[in-house]
């Protein structure tokens, strides 16, 4: 695996191949990562995997500085997992001047959710995501980006950039990755207590009671089970705040544009998805109808 950390070694180390498939992370690398890697693989000619804590996606008094930074053991599961460049740029190699042009999502799909609850979120991710992708992929006939399905949101907000954008780019979806008990794989799971962790697959568990409830509702009232919704949302995240958790969101939206979902959307077109703090570590999941 050749390590690089500036974007002109990153492009010396591409210039032979056409097609890169490329996992951006920030590090502190978990099984649910190395599956990305293991799927972009044979989507292009060489897997490219990044690490950077991007400072720009991170509210003042959010975690970039106490972001577990593990390299050691990211290089060798990212050797492990056959990854052909990794690029891990220092800020300067990424920043070296404040970044004042930003790429600024659609706020009908940015402003809500996550990035209610995190302003500034989804454009810090965008502006470095756009710059990442210019690095591994400029100059190339096309190439493969693999994001996670645990951000959802994430997700969909970068594939419509890549569209919007015209980037000749591919962008696939990674299934969650989830421990044995049901618990999404995610480095922020490292800052729960034993007691936490044993506690944390709730909130998977209430996303499935609330999807349930919400098909269950779709049959019984087929035009007016959106109307419903609401009180149904309430109630779950008042179980999590019964447990001791704090919620910012327990909701079910469309998969199309994440909006609330009208009778004429399909019940089988939804998606359940949550944000909550158990202590100080702030979870997210989701899951689809
Ligand atoms: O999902 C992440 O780890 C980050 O948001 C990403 C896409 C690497 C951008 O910093």
């Not at 996992?23 to 990305?36: D, Q, S």
């Not at 302003?119 to 470095?128: A, H």
């Not at 594939?159 to 989830?178: D, E, H, S």
């Not at 001791?244 to 998606?271: E, K």
Request: a neutral charge; one cysteine or more.
């Amino acid at each position: 695996m050749h390590i690089v950390h500036t974007i002109p070694d990153l492009r010396a180390a591409l210039a032979a191949y056409q097609h890169p498939a490329f996992v951006p992370t920030m590090g502190n690398l978990h099984e649910g990562h190395l599956a990305l890697v293991r799927q972009v693989q044979p989507l292009g000619d060489a897997t490219v995997a990044s690490i950077f804590v991007n400072r720009l996606q991170f509210l003042p008094h959010e975690d970039f500085d106490s972001y577990p930074r593990t390299w050691e053991a990211d290089c060798a599961q990212l050797r492990a997992a056959g990854c052909t460049v990794l690029f891990a740029p220092r800020e300067p190699d990424l920043y070296p001047e404040p970044q004042t042009f930003k790429v600024q999502p659609d706020p009908l799909l940015a402003d809500i959710l996550e990035g209610q609850f995190r302003p500034g979120f989804f454009t810090g991710v965008c502006t470095v995501v756009m710059k990442l992708l210019s690095a591994v992929f400029a100059g190339k006939a096309n190439g493969t980006a693999l994001f996670g399905q645990k951000d959802y949101q994430q997700l969909m907000v970068l594939r419509r950039m890549v569209q919007q954008f015209a980037l000749p780019i591919t962008v696939v979806a990674g299934a969650t990755q989830r421990a044995a008990d049901g618990l999404a794989l995610s480095s922020r799971n490292g800052y729960l207590s034993e007691a936490e962790r044993a506690q944390a697959v709730q909130l998977s568990q209430a996303l499935r009671t609330l999807a349930d409830q919400a098909l269950a509702a779709a049959q019984a009232l087929p035009t007016a089970w959106p109307a419903s919704l609401p009180a149904l949302e309430q109630q779950a995240q008042q179980t999590l705040a019964a447990r001791g958790w704090q919620c910012d969101y327990l909701t079910v939206r469309r998969r199309s544009d994440l909006q609330p979902p009208q009778a004429s959307d399909s019940a089988g077109s939804l998606v359940v998805l949550g944000a909550a703090r158990l202590g100080r570590t702030r979870l997210i999941d989701n899951l689809e109808t």
